[in-house]
């Protein structure tokens, strides 16, 4: 049987980043396994935390500006719309931050076996992804409590996930390429992150901002991913546009992010 061995100066195609997913697979599920693990690791709840964090956040949006958006939640309450949003906004910033920062901290690991660092950034985003399929049992349980129901469209639910996904790992590795050179870029990745979840309506309606303005929240690919979400797992207005920009902008990040990775990448385990 052949194994498969991992050569820091060996030269690859951008294609053998994804290809390590699959030669990889079982240490890409113990990472997977050790970034949910720890994130809870010190916590008395655990993973109820995918949970309760999501609807503090949601509760204190809802308080906020309930009686503002009260009316115009896109066909739905507005506690739907505004869950909806939060938690597809956690899992764009927890993604691509932790995908981010995944090569960094698995540096440990790094030193002392030989793998492909990405695989590292890939289970960060899977990991987050895992967190986000959790977080959805909140929505079920208030489309539920509301009366609106759980649409046969929920079924499509994880197309939206697997192109947010391609979306935040493509990203990831982006900032992980500049991560190992400076560290710092996290913190203004997580400040950018911050900025685009506002700029994508996440609690509020697009019809509030001036129409002339409305092309600066369209032109963000994060409120097309949003825009579907919100239409499969509730029945919200759907947009064969924003499906487009969902599915194109997953698959062309991933490319970019795993070409540029791959141009860098002897330069990532030599910084390390």
């Known amino acids: 049987m ?3 061995t991992y050569d820091s100066s060996q030269r690859r195609l951008p294609l053998a980043e994804l290809r390590h997913l699959w030669e990889y697979r079982s240490l890409l599920r113990l990472l997977v396994a050790r970034e949910l ?20 956040t949601i509760g204190v949006f809802w308080l906020v500006f309930s009686q503002i958006f009260s009316r115009d939640g896109g066909g739905a309450p507005f506690i739907v719309y505004l869950t909806a949003g939060v ?17 960094v901290a698995g540096r440990g690991i790094l030193a002392k076996v030989h793998v492909p660092p990405d695989v590292f950034s890939f289970a960060a985003a899977i990991a987050a992804a895992v967190n986000f399929g959790i977080s959805l049992i909140p929505l079920i349980l208030i489309l539920l409590i509301q009366g609106v129901g759980v649409p046969w469209t929920f079924l499509l639910v994880p197309i939206s996930i697997v192109a947010m996904l391609m979306f935040v790992a493509g990203l990831g590795l982006l900032v992980a390429s500049v991560a190992v050179r400076f560290y710092d870029v996290l913190d203004l990745v997580r400040v950018l992150t911050m900025l685009v979840m506002y700029l994508s309506a996440t609690f509020y309606p697009i019809s509030i901002i001036p129409e002339r303005w409305q092309w600066v929240i369209e032109i963000n690919p994060v409120y097309h991913h949003l825009v579907i979400f919100r239409a499969f797992s509730y029945g919200g207005p759907f947009s064969w546009v924003s499906l487009g920009v969902t599915l194109g902008s997953g698959v062309v990040a991933l490319a970019v992010g795993v070409w540029v990775f791959s141009r860098n990448w002897r330069d990532v385990v030599v910084r390390l």
């Open 37 to 56: 693990t720890l994130r809870y690791k010190r916590s008395v709840l655990g993973v109820w935390w995918t949970l309760l964090n999501p609807l503090f």
């Open 87 to 103: 938690l597809h906004a956690g899992f764009f910033s927890q993604g691509v931050t932790a995908a981010g920062e995944g090569i």
């Open 2 to 4: 052949a194994v498969s």
